[in-house]
């Protein structure tokens, strides 16, 4: 279910196309979601955030606004499946960035398990034998920065309660995204606030089936499932916007899924805190 409502986030925006500039429609996104942190309130006023957690949290805003306008970009320019494919990277930078920032071990299986996901992304974007595309770059990018976002929120839920981390996400990412949207503003349709407010319902759905989904399995069972999500993006291309199946795409997808499962078995296996975040985490 998750994977699913996660590939319906990506149909809406591949649906709305190109017609409202990137930056606009994640700005709008985050604004309008911003309804679902009501509930939040009452754990955010009992918070009481340092300077150090308000300026950790105004990074991770940061980080995080700048991946997804990225993802907005490359969305509505590249077919579904490859960035369904490429985001599965965001996982793999965690475990690289924990390795540099956090302290973590970075063992030889787990750097082979590295070097097999630059291999899968490799193979998506196949240098030399066909164009990478600006939305390609956009999303090489775009994994690099929900990286630095994941590994800030990994700090953060060490101190502070989880709706505090979701809220302070949400109110970061729309300060963040309000210079980029008003820069290069569009004067949205009431249809397009309706579609990016659908976007912000099956995204918070999505965050939800995930976290119901944790709480039944331990995440080495339901992160080989994630990769349903590659199976419906394909489907998807193919039968509402004419993108044809390739399978070079499914090939390096899997390879890179293949790499961020066994990180994240490994981690388990050693008992130890778990860094990096399941794939569908790193989406919107």
Known sequence: MTGLLFVAVTAVVKYMGPRVPPAEMAFLRYLLGLVFLLPMLPAMRAAHLSPRQWKLFAWRGAFHAGGVMLWFYAMTRI???????MNYL????VSIGAALFLGERLA???IAAVVIALVGTAIILR???REVAP???AMLFCAVT?????LIAKIMADEVKPAVVVAMLSIFVTIALAPFALADWVTPTWGDLGLLFLVACIATAGHYTMTLAFAAA???VTQPVTFLQLVWAVLLGVVFFAEPVDGWVILGGSLILAAVTYITWREAALKRRAITPPSPATKL
């Open 146 to 150: 929900f990286a630095g976002s994941y």
């Open 135 to 137: 939305g390609h770059v």
């Open 79 to 85: 077919p579904i499946a490859e960035v369904t494919a």
């Open 90 to 93: 965001a996982p793999v930078y």
């Open 108 to 110: 030889a299986r787990r």
């Open 218 to 220: 331990p995440v080495t």
């Open 127 to 129: 240098p030399g034998f």
